[in-house]
Structures are given as C-alpha cells and as structure tokens.
C-alpha cells in the first residue's frame, strides 16, 4: 500500500519565501522528493492568502496563482472539505486540545486518507489520530 503525504501551508510558502534561506531550501527539497503528495484544500486557500506577505519582497499574486497551479498538477489528488469535516475537526481539537486551522488540516488529513503531513505547526514528531505529523525543520 502507498503511503499518502501532504504538506502543510508553511511547507510551501517557506519554498517561495527568500527571507531564509535555509528553510527556502529545505522547503524546496522536501517538495521535491515527497511522493505521492495530496494537496489539501485548505493549504491551498491558506496559501494563496498568506503570499500577500510575500509581495513586499517580489513574489507577485500572479506567481502566487501559478505556484498553486503547480502545486495542484504535482499532487496525486486533492482533498475537497465534505460537511462532516467540521465534525472531525471539533474532535481533534477536543482531543488534542489544539487549535481550530490546524484540527481542520488533521481532520482533512483523516478524511483523505493522508498517513503522513508535514508541517512546522506541531512538535518534532507526533501521531495524532493515526497521521504521523513530522516538523521537517528539527
């Protein structure tokens, strides 16, 4: 069985974002070799939000829409919210005592079948209702 990854938003914006270079990079490689990747819907409303604090150093909304082009087309499948999604999360946090945008990312992680996310927001490393989250970063 193939295991399914996701990126969390940080992932990618830290891929564009020049600021820090070793992120950048690290950003830019984890992309790379993560196979198959499913892209989040979230993480794509997420990001094309947070690139406005990207513009003041030349990353244009235009360059913004085209890198969730492309982060669409490298992704093996998108994971759409279904109305149960809020259930889920509501659980998460609960359990987890977590915040909101992060119980609806696992939430979306368990729907779509996601066994790995990567993502600056949590520890090191931790499972949260069967996803290992991974901080690529430590």
Not at 75 to 92: F, G, I, N
Not at 96 to 114: K, V
């Amino acid at each position: 069985m193939i295991c399914m990854n996701a990126l969390d938003t940080n992932i990618y914006i830290y891929a564009h974002d020049t600021r820090d270079v070793d992120k950048q990079r690290k950003a830019q490689a984890l992309i790379e070799i993560t196979d198959p990747i499913a892209l989040l819907w979230q993480v794509g409303c997420e990001f094309i939000a947070a690139t406005r604090k990207l513009e003041p150093f030349g990353f244009t909304k235009k360059q913004a829409w085209q890198a969730l082009m492309d982060m669409q087309a490298m992704a093996k499948t998108v994971v759409l919210p279904e109305a149960d999604l809020w259930l889920t999360a509501h659980e998460v946090q609960e359990q987890e005592n977590i915040n909101f945008w992060d119980a609806m990312i696992i939430a979306a992680c368990i729907h779509g079948g996601i066994e790995v996310l990567y993502s600056e927001d949590f520890a090191r490393q931790e499972r949260i209702r069967g996803v290992s989250v991974m901080n690529p970063f430590h």
